[in-house]
Nanobody, 118 residues
Framework: QVQLVESGGGLVQPGGSLRLSCAAS????????MAWYRQAPGKGRALVAY???????YFADSVKGRFTISRDNAKNTLYLQMNTLKPEDTAVYFC????????????WGQGTQVTVSS
């Protein structure tokens, strides 16, 4: 059974930083493109960033230069380092795994809330 478990969300002031983690079970992690999505209140789920197995990364324009995505294959864990956070980054952040490399994949975590507010 595949499980993705996010952690690291919370309340942070504008300009602050957070690091989200996504722990994956099973063999899916090493064979998948791993991604972060977010869903702000009243909006649909949007792609934030992804990292392919070979290392290629993509970032949405809204987070480019502020967020980085990394993966530790030994720990089966995906990270999202978020710096210079803005109120518009407030959302529930979801981890996603795409075994075939086509996003979004079929595996989702339960989400972790990030709130950026003073």
């Amino acid at each position: 059974q595949v499980q993705l478990v996010e952690s690291g969300g919370g309340l942070v002031q504008p300009g602050g930083s957070l690091r989200l983690s996504c722990a994956a079970s099973g063999s899916i992690f090493s064979n998948s493109t791993m991604a972060w999505y977010r869903q702000a209140p009243g909006k649909g789920r949007a792609l934030v960033a992804y990292r392919r197995r070979e290392g290629f990364t993509y970032f949405a324009d809204s987070v480019k230069g502020r967020f980085t995505i990394s993966r530790d294959n030994a720990k089966n864990t995906l990270y999202l380092q978020m710096n210079t956070l803005k109120p518009e980054d407030t959302a529930v952040y979801f981890c996603n795994a795409a075994l075939q490399g086509v996003l979004p994949g079929m595996y989702w975590g339960q989400g972790t809330q990030v709130t950026v507010s003073s």
